[in-house]
């Protein structure tokens, strides 16, 4: 009769195999095979917020937006304050001629054109002693009064390209209807050409018109002007043809 340990021999080539697979299968569930990589879950966590700035940050930060405000302030030539204290003084002509318009029995496009001009021209003269303040220069204040202009602080205004002579500011005011249509017209036109003769000298200047808003400015009157002249041709035109402008 076999004995126990000889039945035991025969039997382990048996067993072997169902040992192994135990031993697999036991891995799969406990893990000791490398997982699977899970599919990633929608973060819900918000990002992060950069700190805020520290008093010492914010100084620096508030120093340098000084600096280049000084710097932007300061970026100006003589030519610059020239042209714009002259602009006020050559704007505050224009106010007066168009001011004339309402007492002085002007025809309705003359009328709506003299408006155009004294609203438009204001606004730039404000805007221009703003530039002067700004930088602590001496600012042009104008005071009007019927035919006569007082520019304070700028002397010598009326010898400005296109400026009226006193002669022609009288002739002006003392003109009624039509007459007063036709003077405006052509003294107008004068006036104006003399505004693009100093926006021309200005930009023609080396080193001027570098600072933004000069130059902003000097590009708009050039061109609001150089249409207006074109309209005031083309009405005058059409009242020497006898024609309504």
Request: charged letters at 20%.
């Amino acid at each position: 009769m076999p004995s126990r340990s000889h039945d035991l021999v025969r039997a382990l080539p048996l067993a072997i195999p169902a040992i192994i697979a135990i031993a697999v299968l036991s891995g799969c569930a406990t893990g000791t095979n490398a997982p699977a990589s899970p599919t990633p879950a929608t973060s819900t966590t918000q990002p992060s917020l950069p700190p805020a700035p520290d008093d010492a940050s914010r100084a620096e930060f508030e120093a340098l937006f000084l600096a280049r405000t000084d710097s932007a302030l300061s970026n100006y030539s003589v030519a610059d304050v020239d042209f714009i204290a002259g602009m006020i003084a050559h704007h505050a002509q224009a106010l007066v001629m168009a001011g004339l318009a309402d007492a002085n029995d002007a025809g309705p496009q003359v009328r709506t054109l003299a408006a155009r001009i004294r609203i438009g021209q204001q606004d730039e003269i404000s805007l221009m002693q703003d530039w002067l303040r700004d930088r602590g220069l001496p600012v042009p204040e104008v005071h009007v009064d019927g035919v006569d202009m007082m520019v304070h602080g700028m002397q010598h205004a009326h010898d400005m390209p296109g400026m009226l002579t006193p002669e022609q500011m009288q002739q002006l005011g003392e003109a009624r209807g039509a007459d007063f249509d036709r003077l405006f017209l052509e003294y107008m036109i004068q006036h104006h050409h003399g505004a693009i003769v100093m926006v021309d000298a200005l930009l023609g200047t080396d080193g001027a018109a570098l600072d933004p808003l000069v130059f902003k400015l000097a590009a708009e009157i050039h061109a609001e002007q150089t249409t207006e002249i074109a309209r005031m041709e083309s009405m005058l035109d059409a009242m020497q043809a006898g024609l309504a402008p």
